[in-house]
């Protein structure tokens, strides 16, 4: 229990430190221009991490198939999320063809 | 200046309603956000005060996504923090930009200010302080973007939190998760270094998943990273 808040603690410190870095705190430094680069390259990165072994992993085991239907809603809500650009429509169509697909199978 | 008369509203104030006015349209978005935290938060067992206590804490949408579904697959606190700690890296790029505007400012507006520094804060912030106008002001537009965000977000967790003890887990609820951040990944992908960044991380994480302690995320991002600074550099020797 305490641990929880130590961990959100330290979590928040450190988004906090971040926010503040060089806006309060290293005002004066000259940020080199490869870590400037680098910070670009965070979200894509960090986000699909978390994508592909969602999509792709069933159990701890590659399933790449037609009957992963986590792997075929990611699909569409990607392409959604590309037409659209907007988050709510790319969630939305994503949970809409997991229930389909779903409900298809229990019936057929 | 001049002396404000009863019947005008003070100039700052003026400043932070506009700020509070300009932010309302982007709790559209915030708020469902905000409500799948609080359910997802539940489903991975979550104290409530604590997922509510992560969004005045943290205050970082994605960062806390992500950490629900680590502490529900038991992941350390270390590894906990330092991937929030990765993930709102990005934050260090908003602050960086915004110093031109906010030098001149008392190192107690600073301190305030940082706090509130989000995605959805910081675009609609940037957007005033890009305008020719004269900046003395504009950290109130800021301060009041920054709280009605601030407001938002907390409201629409606790909404999250009650609704998440009642639904049910065969709603696969956290399959909004991955949606959440295909959303936010794919208008990232604008250039092929950014497309390279993605896969990469992506193959990375599936080829390392059994690592321990979830390290594999780290490490997906760290290679991700690399990729995407490696393509921008063979892009630029190329063309």
Redesign the interface.
């Known amino acids: 229990?305490q641990?929880?808040?130590?961990?959100?603690?330290?979590?928040?410190l450190?988004?906090?430190l971040?926010?503040?870095?060089?806006?309060?705190l290293l005002?004066h430094w000259q940020?080199p221009d490869?870590l400037?680069?680098?910070?670009?390259?965070?979200?894509?990165?960090?986000?699909?991490?978390?994508?592909?072994?969602?999509?792709?992993?069933r159990d701890?085991v590659?399933a790449f198939s037609l009957d992963n239907y986590?792997l075929l809603?990611?699909v569409v809500?990607?392409l959604v999320?590309?037409r659209t650009?907007?988050?709510?429509w790319?969630?939305a169509s994503?949970?809409a063809t997991?229930?389909l697909l779903?409900w298809l199978s229990i019936r057929f | 200046m001049k002396p404000s008369n009863g019947s005008q509203i003070h100039p700052n104030r003026a400043e932070f309603l506009a700020g509070a006015l300009n932010e309302l349209p982007l709790l559209l978005?915030v708020f469902?956000?905000g409500m799948?935290y609080g359910v997802l938060a539940m489903q991975a067992l979550?104290?409530a005060a604590?997922a509510q206590?992560?969004s005045a804490?943290?205050?970082?949408g994605?960062?806390q996504f992500?950490?629900a579904?680590l502490?529900a697959q038991g992941a350390p606190?270390l590894v906990?923090?330092g991937t929030?700690?990765?993930?709102?890296?990005?934050?260090?790029?908003?602050?960086?930009s915004?110093?031109p505007y906010?030098?001149h400012l008392p190192?107690k507006w600073?301190?305030l200010?940082?706090?509130f520094?989000t995605d959805e804060a910081y675009v609609v912030a940037i957007a005033h302080y890009d305008n020719e106008t004269p900046v003395e002001r504009k950290h109130w537009y800021f301060l009041g973007a920054g709280i009605t965000l601030w407001a938002g977000w907390q409201l629409s967790t606790a909404a999250g939190i009650f609704l998440g003890a009642q639904v049910p887990a065969s709603w696969?609820l956290d399959?909004?998760?991955?949606?959440?951040?295909?959303?936010?990944?794919?208008?990232?992908?604008k250039d092929r270094?950014?497309?390279a960044?993605?896969?990469?991380?992506?193959?990375?994480?599936?080829a390392a998943?059994?690592l321990p302690y979830k390290l594999?995320?780290i490490a997906?991002?760290?290679?991700?990273?690399l990729?995407?600074?490696a393509c921008?550099e063979l892009c630029r020797r190329s063309g």
């Not at chain 1, 400037?36 to 999509?55: E, G, K, N, Q, T």
Request: charged share 5%.
């Open positions: 229990m641990t929880i808040w130590l961990t959100l603690a330290a979590a928040g450190l988004t906090y971040t926010r503040l870095s060089f806006m309060g005002q940020m490869m400037r680069r680098a910070l670009r390259f965070v979200p894509p990165a960090v986000l699909s991490a978390i994508i592909f072994p969602d999509l792709l992993l701890g590659l986590r809603a990611g809500a990607a999320g590309w650009r907007n988050i709510l790319t969630i994503g949970m997991l229930y779903q | 978005g469902p956000f799948i979550m104290p604590a206590g992560m804490i943290v205050f970082a994605s960062s992500i950490s579904q502490l606190s906990l923090i929030v700690f990765i993930v709102n890296l990005r934050h260090a790029l908003y602050s960086a915004l110093l906010t030098r190192m600073k301190a200010l940082a706090y520094l696969s399959f909004a998760l991955a949606l959440t951040f295909i959303a936010l990944v794919v208008p990232a992908m270094p950014a497309v960044a993605a896969i990469i991380a992506g193959l990375i994480a599936l998943h059994a594999w995320l997906a991002a760290i290679g991700g990273i990729a995407g600074l921008e």
